[in-house]
């Protein structure tokens, strides 16, 4: 599941005039609203079960196409390319409205899972990744803005909580329809198969927007020119960390060179894209955007190895790893909603500290199942408590945002929010992905070929999760530094 995605799209949307854009009264589901948000909802939806969908069959796919080595590109490239996606959405938006960026997004979106589907090697599968992880940085900021300019403010809550709502049933349907498609029909279905469902939310949703909130956000103001300084620095991010991950790959001495790029150009786009003070957990807005990078690239990097461990160690098929993943999207809806009740607003930060111990304890106890003798279920019970803690975290790390932000700096620190969950994640991925390769995690694909139950490389899958856990562990303390005022940007 990603965290790019609009699972945590309980992030507030850029605020746009309701009056101008929204109504003052009704529901989500009113006449005015209801194409528009069943449109949505849907575009959600499908999204979801894609993400669910994608970690089940990725195992059998990276076999297949004799790419075990890269497995980690395979999560990473979507997350690289859609850091420069968001960046892009949110100029193109506000120049002339999300309709654009979201028709744009979501048919990149659809063209990458119809390259990945089709792959006949691994490299041309990564690629199909890339693309669709750009789909999914325009189409994820594009839905913030719609809600910001169609929805008036009271109603908002509303559709972003049926955003999280969409994410349950595939959460628990994904991995079992998943399952059964990769091993009756075959992994390519998995990807083929989205890209013709989304005719329906188009033809319902795209109508709508146009009719309530395309154009600029103020007519009467003058369109301002393209931000030129940061589309350069989101393609510095982008290109950073594909260069950084491409030399954790290799692991020669040349590889030091790519590796020095990489910094070279990530170094300075960082620290033109977040708030000053972000990397040192400064109180109060660096602490939030810090931490929701650390829950979200920790808990993906880890919840990306998993179906292949349980498949590979343990001998389980692909629907039943990936239904060991299923719970969690209960739980996480469940600690969403715990998080969002009134009496718990005097005690979030101290639930937010709860909750990343959570997240780490999951992600040290997942491997545990390398162990012959824990059975294989303890992985799905573990992982439900992870998801509960990632409930709690991105939601509140959202709502603190909006706290310690100015009006009109809502949209920058969101955007701000969003550059540090995805490019944790590549980052997180990249360096578990070379820890794998390096403690020869490519043999696990012989194994799987050969019909190797039990642990081939166990070593490989430690040392992604617990280093991993670490990097988690440092975000507990994070989490005590969330008070405070907010940074002005670099």
């Known amino acids: 599941m990603s965290a790019l995605e609009p699972r945590d799209a309980d992030v507030a949307p850029t605020p746009g005039p309701p009056a101008?854009?929204?109504?003052?009264?009704?529901?989500?589901?009113?006449?005015?609203?209801?194409?528009?948000?069943?449109?949505?909802?849907?575009?959600?939806?499908?999204i979801a079960f894609e993400a669910t969908a994608v970690g089940?069959?990725?195992?059998?796919?990276?076999?297949?196409?004799?790419g075990i080595a890269l497995y980690a590109f395979a999560f990473s490239a979507y997350f690289t390319t859609s850091l420069f996606g968001m960046v892009l959405a949110g100029q193109w938006s506000d120049r002339s409205g999300p309709l654009a960026p979201l028709t744009a997004?979501?048919?990149?979106?659809?063209?990458?899972?119809?390259?990945?589907?089709?792959?006949?090697?691994?490299?041309?599968?990564?690629l199909g990744r890339a693309v669709q992880g750009l789909g999914g940085g325009l189409v994820i900021v594009a839905l913030y803005v719609v809600v910001g300019r169609a929805y008036a403010e009271h109603l908002r809550p509303a559709i972003m909580a049926a955003f999280a709502a969409s994410w349950v049933v595939p959460s628990i349907v994904g991995p079992l329809a998943s399952g059964t498609i990769t091993e009756h029909l075959g992994w390519r279905w998995v990807f083929?198969?989205?890209?013709?469902?989304?005719?329906?939310?188009?033809?319902?949703?795209?109508?709508?927007?146009?009719?309530?909130?395309?154009?600029?956000?103020?007519?009467?103001?003058?369109?301002?020119?393209?931000?030129r300084r940061r589309i350069v620095l989101a393609l510095g991010i982008s290109a950073g960390a594909a260069l950084l991950?491409?030399?954790?790959?290799?692991?020669?001495p040349l590889a030091l060179l790519p590796a020095a790029a990489g910094l070279a150009l990530l170094v300075p786009a960082v620290r033109g894209l977040l708030p000053r003070g972000t990397w040192r957990a400064a109180r109060?807005?660096?602490?939030?955007?810090?931490?929701?990078?650390?829950?979200?690239?920790?808990?993906?990097?880890?919840?990306?190895?998993?179906?292949?461990?349980?498949?590979?160690?343990?001998?389980?098929?692909?629907?039943?790893?990936?239904f060991s993943l299923a719970l969690g999207g209960l739980t996480?809806?469940?600690?969403?909603?715990?998080?969002?009740?009134?009496?718990?607003?005097?005690?979030?930060?101290?639930?937010?500290?709860?909750?990343?111990?959570?997240?780490?304890?999951?992600?040290?106890?997942?491997?545990?199942?390398?162990?012959?003798?824990?059975p294989a279920w303890m992985v799905a019970v573990v992982w439900a408590f992870g998801c509960f803690g990632m409930g709690v975290v991105i939601s509140s790390t959202s709502v603190i945002l909006m706290k310690l932000s100015a009006p009109e700096e809502v949209g920058a620190n969101s955007a701000a929010l969003q550059i540090s969950d995805g490019l944790s994640n590549v980052l997180l991925l990249a360096a578990g992905g070379a820890a794998?390769?390096?403690?020869?995690?490519?043999?696990?694909?012989?194994?799987?070929?050969?019909?190797?139950?039990?642990?081939?490389?166990?070593?490989?899958?430690?040392?992604?999760?617990?280093?991993?856990?670490?990097?988690?562990?440092?975000g507990v303390w994070v989490a005590t530094r969330l008070h405070g005022t907010g940074a002005q940007r670099a």
């Open 20 to 46: 101008a854009h929204g109504i003052a009264k009704g529901s989500v589901l009113d006449p005015d609203h209801r194409a528009l948000s069943i449109g949505m909802v849907s575009v959600v939806l499908l």
């Open 56 to 66: 089940t069959a990725m195992p059998v796919a990276a076999r297949e196409l004799h």
């Open 105 to 126: 997004g979501i048919s990149a979106f659809a063209a990458g899972l119809l390259l990945s589907g089709t792959a006949g090697a691994m490299w041309m599968f990564i």
């Open 192 to 227: 083929i198969g989205i890209p013709a469902l989304v005719v329906f939310p188009l033809a319902l949703a795209l109508p709508a927007i146009r009719r309530t909130a395309s154009g600029p956000a103020d007519p009467e103001t003058p369109v301002a020119p393209w931000d």
């Open 245 to 252: 991950q491409y030399a954790g790959q290799e692991l020669r």
């Open 284 to 322: 109060g807005l660096p602490a939030v955007i810090l931490l929701r990078g650390i829950a979200a690239g920790t808990f993906i990097a880890a919840e990306s190895f998993i179906p292949l461990m349980l498949v590979s160690e343990r001998g389980l098929s692909p629907t039943l790893a990936g």
């Open 332 to 374: 996480w809806a469940l600690g969403s909603w715990i998080q969002s009740r009134p009496w718990t607003e005097p005690y979030r930060e101290r639930l937010v500290v709860l909750s990343m111990a959570l997240i780490a304890l999951a992600i040290a106890g997942a491997p545990s199942v390398l162990v012959e003798s824990v």
């Open 436 to 474: 794998f390769a390096a403690l020869g995690g490519g043999a696990v694909g012989h194994a799987m070929d050969a019909g190797a139950s039990t642990g081939s490389h166990p070593a490989a899958f430690a040392a992604v999760f617990l280093p991993v856990a670490v990097v988690a562990a440092v």
